[in-house]
């Protein structure tokens, strides 16, 4: 099974700067027939489900804010926040659907 | 508005059963594939089961297999999950999620707001 892990465990940014969060799995989600990775990010504030952000590595889901971008391809992978707001104090999570679903152990973001 | 809303979950004991339901408005979900996740308060989530469109597709984690059994009622627009033999380790918030793209794995872009399933003597 693939495995994901993210880096860091946690990540203290001051308002307005920009917050990196890195995922990598065990093995390549790039699958060759069509190109695309098959990863997703998602934002999970207490109490709340994950929220979708990023889906195919970079493909924002309509209604996030542009500040969230995803980048990435094979096995490493990056969620940006460009300027980190308030309301972005969260858990994030990668996800792999490229076989056995699995996602990361979550990086929780705080603000400096 | 797509809405998911599950219900089922509660306190049973080691070796006990529960049947989640996940009721769905909004959308049709005969055309979607559905998933259940489930998540330990503080962990990441956690891929359980996913059925296809039509209920004719099912396949399981590992962790769950041989004792959980999605399956899905397209005209109630409902999807299930029967828990049997139930284990500590099954204890977790559980979620339905739709998947998007019209693949077998994808990503979930809706997103119920969870059951509370504890195994507990």
């Known amino acids: 099974d693939i495995v994901m892990t993210q880096s860091p465990d946690s990540l203290a940014v001051s308002l307005g700067e920009r917050a990196t969060i890195s995922c990598k799995s065990s093995q390549s989600v790039l699958y060759s027939s069509n190109n695309k990775d098959y990863l997703a990010w998602y934002q999970q504030k207490p109490g709340q489900p994950p929220k979708l952000l990023i889906y195919w590595a970079s493909t924002r889901e309509s209604g996030v804010p542009d500040r969230f971008s995803g980048s990435g391809s094979g096995t490493d992978f990056t969620l940006t926040i460009s300027s980190l707001q308030a309301e972005d104090v969260a858990v994030y999570y990668c996800?792999?659907?490229?076989?056995?679903?699995?996602f990361g152990q979550g990086t929780r973001l705080e603000i400096k | 508005e797509v809405q998911l809303v599950e219900s089922g979950g509660g306190l049973v004991q080691p070796g006990g059963s529960l049947r989640l339901s996940c009721a769905a408005s909004?959308?049709?979900?005969?055309?979607?594939?559905m998933h259940w996740v489930r998540q330990v308060p503080g962990e990441g989530p956690v891929w359980v089961s996913r059925?296809?469109?039509?209920?004719?597709?099912?396949k399981y984690a590992d962790s769950v297999k041989g004792r959980f059994t999605i399956s899905r009622d397209n005209a109630k627009n409902t999807l299930y999950l029967q828990m049997n033999s139930l284990r500590a380790e099954d204890t977790a918030v559980y979620y339905c999620?739709?998947?998007?793209?019209?693949?077998?794995?994808?990503?979930?872009?809706?997103w119920g707001q969870g059951s509370r399933v504890t195994v507990s003597s």
């Open positions: 996800h792999q659907y490229y076989n056995n679903p699995a």
């Open positions: 909004g959308f049709t979900i005969s055309t979607y594939w």
């Open positions: 059925i296809n469109s039509d209920g004719s597709s099912t």
């Open positions: 999620a739709r998947g998007q793209g019209g693949y077998s794995d994808s990503w979930y872009d809706y």
